[in-house]
């Protein structure tokens, strides 16, 4: 398995289709999730050249996990369609904390695959701790993200400082929040990260190898 991290402009060739088709397959075929999407392909109007991705690939090259990062001085997704999860509290805009959304770690062709393991997987924790590496290289202190009601505990649980921003809110009919978590690089042990790669190159996997082909947005 094998964890790339980068924008949409320096991944390897096709990585971004292939992000958009596991997250349509995840988000609105496995999930259910009321999307706006195109030929079978999940991407909305925060993605673009320099969003920044992570994505698991496994030794197949299939993608297995997603994770999507955007600082909060730019559009984002809890302003833009969730502000109401922040209460009285201001909308985050800064180039210190980022956004984490569209996050994924679950295999939708196994039959084990849930909801739950989407976030308290082995797979969930290293794509998070990736994630959590990026920004800090990127220079963000505070991850933000729109999030199920018991996520906070999960993430406890694996050791990370998580809180809630406001009081839950029901969305759509399920339980939702704007969850502070605290980026801490050290938090859990990933490779160094390797060469960046090219072309189809992701499809030759490694074990848990991280590989940065963006040093982040500035």
């Avoid at 609105?28 to 994505?55: K, M, N, P, S």
């Avoid at 505990?153 to 009081?167: C, N, P, T, W």
């Avoid at 029901?170 to 390797?194: K, M, N, T, Y």
Wanted: with cysteine.
């Amino acid at each position: 398995m094998r964890i790339i991290a980068g924008t949409a402009h320096s991944m390897p060739a096709g990585l971004l289709f292939d992000i958009a088709r596991y997250r349509h397959r995840v988000f609105v075929e496995h999930l259910g999730w009321q999307l706006h999407t195109a030929g079978r392909l999940e991407l909305d109007e925060f993605d673009h050249r320099d969003t920044c991705y992570i994505a698991a690939i496994d030794a197949g090259g299939a993608v297995i996990g997603t994770a999507r990062l955007l600082p909060t001085d730019r559009p984002y997704l809890l302003a833009d369609v969730f502000p109401q999860l922040m209460g009285d509290a201001p909308l985050p805009r800064s180039a210190t904390v980022w956004e984490i959304s569209r996050f994924s770690a679950i295999d939708p062709r196994s039959p084990m695959a849930s909801p739950t393991s989407n976030f308290a997987s082995p797979l969930a924790l290293d794509i998070l701790a990736a994630a959590m590496r990026m920004a800090s290289d990127a220079g963000a202190q505070r991850l933000i993200s729109v999030s199920p009601l018991g996520i906070e505990r999960i993430l406890r649980h694996a050791g990370v400082k998580a809180e809630r921003a406001s009081a839950p809110r029901e969305v759509d009919g399920h339980l939702l929040f704007a969850c502070w978590i605290s980026v801490d690089r050290q938090w859990r042990s990933l490779p160094d990260i390797g060469r960046p790669v090219s072309g189809k190159d992701y499809a030759e996997t490694s074990p848990h190898q991280l590989e940065c082909s963006a040093p982040g947005l500035p």
